[in-house]
């Protein structure tokens, strides 16, 4: 799975594939691999000024215009991240636009009943 993510996206799929819960060994090696490519390095978040605050949740540089070209290549990592996404039940729909965008770069997902246009 190639993507080219914002640094909201890519924080955004880390956090969706970091919060999947009840799961066994093989899911783990699974999220370990997507974790891999999708987690910022120091050098990445030195460079967009990322910063931890003691809330829990971060902020960066506003004028940060970085896309980054990933690629996991693991077919079921990539599997898991887009079943993770499409569970994830902790959205803000203020968010919407950009989670559409996100939706719309990790490709179609099945269509479920009442779905259909």
């Known amino acids: 799975m190639k993507l080219q993510l914002t640094v909201w996206e890519r924080i955004k799929l880390c956090m969706v594939v970091g919060s999947i819960r009840g799961v066994n060994m093989a899911t783990i090696r699974k999220a370990d691999k997507a974790l891999d490519v999708l987690e910022l390095s120091e050098e990445e978040e030195k ?32 599997h898991l991240v887009r079943k993770a996404f499409d569970e994830y039940s902790n959205w803000d729909t203020a968010d919407r ?21």
């Open 47 to 78: 460079a967009i000024g990322l910063v931890y605050l003691p809330t829990g949740k971060i902020r960066w540089k506003p004028d940060t215009d970085v896309e980054y070209v990933l690629e996991i290549k693991d077919k079921e990592a990539a």
């Open 97 to 117: 636009k950009l989670i559409l965008r996100l939706e719309e770069k990790l490709g179609a997902a099945p269509k479920t009943k009442g779905e259909e246009g």
